[in-house]
Nanobody
Framework: QVQLVESGGGLVQPGGSLRLSCVAS????????MNWYRQAPGKQRDLVAG???????NYADSVKGRFTISRDNAKNAVYLQMNSLKPEDTAVYYC????????WGQGIQVTVSS
């Protein structure tokens, strides 16, 4: 069983930055693919960025060049650095861990508004 706890969300102005963190409980963190998803009101939950256990990363087209996913296996943590934020980035962001099973965090609100 893996528990995921996100932090770092909040309200930011357009053009600003936020850094989301997700800390996982349990062992073998380095063997998990770690992902960030987001869900805006009335929309489906979409993949934002992913980091495989091999260290490769992938991004949704809408965030390429603005968001960066990174992980610290020694701290059981994955991060999402979000720069040049836009109002359309407003959503609940979820941390996800995947190996043989999929685990989700509780989600954290990010609001981009002036």
């Amino acid at each position: 069983q893996v528990q995921l706890v996100e932090s770092g969300g909040g309200l930011v102005q357009p053009g600003g930055s936020l850094r989301l963190s997700c800390v996982a409980s349990g062992d073998s963190f380095s063997t998990y693919a770690m992902n960030w998803y987001r869900q805006a009101p009335g929309k489906q939950r979409d993949l934002v960025a992913g980091s495989t256990s091999f260290g490769t990363t992938n991004y949704a087209d809408s965030v390429k060049g603005r968001f960066t996913i990174s992980r610290d296996n020694a701290k059981n943590a994955v991060y999402l650095q979000m720069n040049s934020l836009k109002p359309e980035d407003t959503a609940v962001y979820y941390c996800n861990a995947a190996r043989y099973q999929v685990y989700w965090g509780q989600g954290i609100q990010v609001t981009v508004s002036s």
